[in-house]
């Protein structure tokens, strides 16, 4: 109501200032009246209009303010999510490094467990060599052995048949034979 009675008195103190500068009477002066209810013109048709449609002027312009401080405090809130999130990705960056350390030792631990592996399998496979040509040596041995004991039977059965054939004669020879199938037979 403290608007109304400020809006009234203005337009009355307007028309009394017109209404005075009217009474004045320069002639060739502004036309003050005329000035006065252009004024009161505006005045009343401003009030009508506030009264109409003030109410949802304000409260377009109160919901507009207050749809602007949610748009900042949303954008407060999303600003506050990116720190967030680019505080994990720092994080993560400076992780990295001892994740890519970690990894490098994990690898080389394994390369190293594979490497000793195939080292162990290698002494194993050199190993079961070793021993399969040791036993091939034996066994070659044993067949060269065999072979020179033939060989030397040959030779003592050949020599002892050139010194049985040199000491024996016709009838020594005979008597020989008849002694060992004697012997044959009677076994």
Do not use: C
Not at 130 to 150: D, P
Not at 160 to 185: G, P, R
């Amino acid at each position: 109501m403290n608007k109304w009675k400020t809006a009234g008195l203005t337009a009355a103190l307007v028309l009394l200032l017109t209404s005075a500068a009217f009474a004045a009477g320069d002639a060739h002066g502004p036309r003050w009246g005329d000035f006065g209810w252009r004024v009161l013109n505006f005045i009343l048709f401003a009030a009508i209009l506030w009264k109409f449609v003030g109410k949802l002027a304000v409260n377009y312009f109160t919901g507009r303010k207050e749809g602007i401080a949610q748009k900042f405090a949303d954008l407060d809130a999303q600003r506050e999510a990116a720190k967030q999130g680019l505080d994990e990705i720092e994080r993560r960056i400076a992780n990295l490094d001892a994740e890519r350390k970690a990894i490098l030792e994990e690898s080389m631990a394994q390369a190293e467990a594979g490497k000793q592996a195939i080292i162990a399998e290698a002494h194993k496979q050199a190993d079961q060599i070793l021993e399969q040509a040791r036993r091939s040596a034996e066994n070659e041995g044993r067949v060269v052995l065999q072979q020179v004991r033939a060989v030397i039977a040959d030779e003592i059965v050949d020599a002892a048949e050139k010194v049985l054939v040199s000491k024996l004669d016709a009838d020594k020879h005979s008597k020989l034979i008849t002694n060992s199938l004697t012997k044959v037979v009677l076994n």
